[in-house]
C-alpha cells in the first residue's frame, strides 16, 4: 500500500485583507476578471464539518477527534450570508451553490434557502439557488428543501457497491440510504436532480458502468468528475486519476452517447446524451456529465467565486488565500462600501489553475498551501 504523506499547515488562517475604496461605484451586474470572464456563479460553504471521511475529502487520519472545527461564533450567519448573496447577485451572480462540508448538518439551513430563494439577480430574476449534499440527511430534508425554494439539487455517490461505498464515506454509511435520499426528493418535486461519482482509479472505476445502467432513464444526471488535487491532505497523485476521454470509452462500449451542447457558458460538465436505436438523443434515456477539472482544463470561462464557511472569498478552487469579508461585515461597512471593496477583487482575479497545471513551477502547486475542499467547498 503506498504510503500518504500529510502535510499539516493550516491554510485556513491566511488571508487577504479587504479595503474599501475611496469611490465605491455602484454594481452595473457585469464585472469582468483580467481574463474577461464574469462572475455568475458564487458556492458558499455553510459548514466545515461533516459525517462522512471519504479519503478524498476528509481522511480520517486528519479529520480525527483532536481537528479543530472552526468554533460557531466564526461562521457566517444566515444574515451575513444572505446580505453578501445580495452584494454578489448585484455584481452579477445568479447562481448560488450551498456546499460545506456536509451542508444538511447546519441547522435549519431551510431558514437559509428561503432567505436566498427570495433575492433576485441584478435583471430582477430569482436566482438559480442549489445545494450539494451526500444525502445522508436528505430523506428527512427534502420536503422542507423543497418547500423554501431550492431549485435544483446535486447528490455525491462514488458507487452502486455497498463495500466500495462503504469503505469510500469511512464511515459505514449504506448505499441504500443514499438511494432513499434521492427517492424522496424525486417525490418531492425535485426535477433534474444530478449524481456526482469522483471516479477515482483502482478504488472504484469499476463502478462505472454499475452506476451508469442504475441512473439511465431515471430523470437523474449522472456526472463523473476526475479526482482532482485539491486540499493538501488526501495524498493525490496522478495515477489515481482515469481521465474522462476513458470513462467515456468505457461507456460507449455498453451505451450509445451522442454529444450534446453545453447548457450554459462556464458549465463544468461536457454533456453527453443516451441515444436511441437511430443514434439519436434520447430524452427519456437522460444524459451524463463528464468534468475533466485534470486532463481538459475548462479556466478560460471559470465563472465561480467561493464563499467559505467564515466569510473568505476565494476566486479560484485552487488560491491559497482568501479575501476576508467577515471582518468588513462586522466591522460596520455599509452595502456600497461592500460592493466597492468586492468589485476590485473579481477585476483583478487572474487565476487559472487548472489550464495551466503542469506548466506551473513546483512550488506554487504545492499542496502544502492548498486549502481544503472540506473548507472551501466543491
Ligand atoms: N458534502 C457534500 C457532498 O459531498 O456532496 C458537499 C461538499 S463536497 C466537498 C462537494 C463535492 O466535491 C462532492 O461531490 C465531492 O465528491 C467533491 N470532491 C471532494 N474532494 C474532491 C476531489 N479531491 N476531487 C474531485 N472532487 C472532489
Ligand atoms: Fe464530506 Fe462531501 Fe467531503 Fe465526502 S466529499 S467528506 S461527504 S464534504
Ligand atoms: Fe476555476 Fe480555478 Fe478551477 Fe480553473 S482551477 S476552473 S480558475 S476554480
New binding site residues.
Partial sequence: MAVRVIPLVDQRTAALSAAVPRLCASPTGHLLDQLGRPLRDLRISVTDR?N???QY??PKEVFDKDYTYLPHSALLSFEEITRLARIFLAHGVHKIRLT???PLLRKNLEALVAQLAALRTAEGLAPDVTLTT?ASLLARKARALKDAGLNRLTV?LDALDDAVFRRM?DVDFAVTDVLKGIETAQAVGFERIKVNMVVQRGTNDDQILPMARFFRGTGVTLRFIEYMDVGATNGWCMDEVLPSSQVRERLQAEFPLVALAPGSTGETAARWGHANALGEYDPALGEVGFISSVTEAFCHDCNRARLSTEGKLYLCLFASQGWDLRSLLRAGASDAELAGAIAPMWQQRSDQYSQLRSSLPPSSASPGKRIE??YIGG
Fill in positions: 461533516c462522512f471521511r471519504c475529502c476528509m460545506g462540508g456536509e451526500n455525491s464515506n475542499m472540506s
